[in-house]
């Protein structure tokens, strides 16, 4: 039977037009930056320069060129950070596809990387969504892992307490679901820097590792530990955050002034069993643009990858 007989024409183009259909409803500012906060979270002001920044329909897209450790080596490679404002439903977790008071607006960065170690690739992406108006940890944390060995997933969804999923091919972490008591999460710096870097911890902070870190290193799901301060200068601010007993070290380097682009990252972790050495990864800026990115998916569009310098 041809179900699609039975749906009207307006239904179908709807539900094929794209997964980022509600991206092109962010010309102007979203009703849920004007929700009103929750009770128990700390409402937070939005200046006028932020929005017309991050509702202008277009998102903020920056490419790096890359430097990965992996294995005790260093591999070239590339990164891109993607971040935009949209509607998301605090309920469900999800991107919203519809206007609605109960939609709340988040800061969402997708951080892409890509490197190769010898014959095989590497691509991972972490997407984190922290709510804009309020005070309030990532509502959604998502990371994936993918090679030519298997794949790693792990997701955390923000509700009375920090609930974690994750899922792998490695014997000893397949399937596992724990819940955790809120505290700052080291995915959540990022966007803290983007919507205000005075709310950035300093001092000593308990902090859940990034997600990329536990699962490529293998290591429990849990707090650690670290000390993290922030040097300002006139034109770059560094943030560095260190653990001590995991022997890792990470420093933002971003703008002063507003909207506080992120220029570089530095990683510095402890040497594996088998190595010496304690290899830094590094990320440069390469280019960066405004756009509304999801507009252009045709092959027309292949060549406005050159402007990322891309390959």
Not at 228 to 249: E, F, M, V, W
Request: charged residues 25%; contains cysteine; proline residues 4%.
């Amino acid at each position: 039977m041809n179900l699609f007989k039975f749906i009207p024409l307006f239904v179908i183009l709807y539900v094929i037009s794209g997964c980022n259909a509600s991206e092109e409803k962010s010309d102007s500012q979203p009703i849920s930056a004007k929700k009103e906060t929750s009770k128990t979270a700390t409402p937070r002001n939005i200046s006028k320069e932020f929005k017309e920044y991050w509702y202008s329909g277009t998102a903020e897209i920056t490419s790096y060129s890359l430097m990965q450790e992996r294995y005790g080596e260093i591999r070239e490679g590339s990164a891109v950070n993607i971040f935009v404002t949209e509607d998301f439903l605090p309920d469900a977790q999800v991107k919203a596809n519809n206007v609605s008071e109960e939609n709340i607006s988040v800061m969402k960065l997708n951080q892409m990387k890509n490197f190769n170690t010898g014959i095989y690739p590497y691509s991972i992406m972490t997407s984190t969504f922290s709510p804009i108006s309020e005070k309030e940890h990532p509502l959604k944390i998502t990371n994936s892992v993918q090679e030519w060995c298997g794949q790693v997933y792990m997701q955390l969804n923000n509700r009375a307490e920090f609930e974690i999923e994750s899922h792998s091919y490695f014997q000893g972490e397949a399937d596992q679901e724990i819940s955790l008591p809120k505290t700052y999460l080291e995915n959540e710096l990022w966007n803290l820097i983007r919507i205000n870097p005075e709310e950035l911890p300093t001092g000593d902070v308990m902090i859940i590792p990034s997600f990329e870190y536990l699962r490529l290193r293998h290591k429990e799901i849990k707090e650690h530990n670290a000390f993290a301060s922030l040097k300002q200068g006139d034109s770059i601010t560094i943030y560095t955050l260190n653990y001590p007993d995991l022997q890792r070290q990470l420093m933002l380097f971003f703008n002063s002034t507003f909207p506080y682009e992120i220029e570089k990252w530095e990683e510095i972790n402890a040497a594996d069993q088998n190595d010496t050495l304690r290899l830094k990864t590094t990320a440069t800026k390469l280019k960066r643009i405004k756009s509304d990115y999801w507009k252009k998916n045709a092959n027309a569009h292949l060549n406005l990858r050159d402007s990322l310098q891309l390959k």
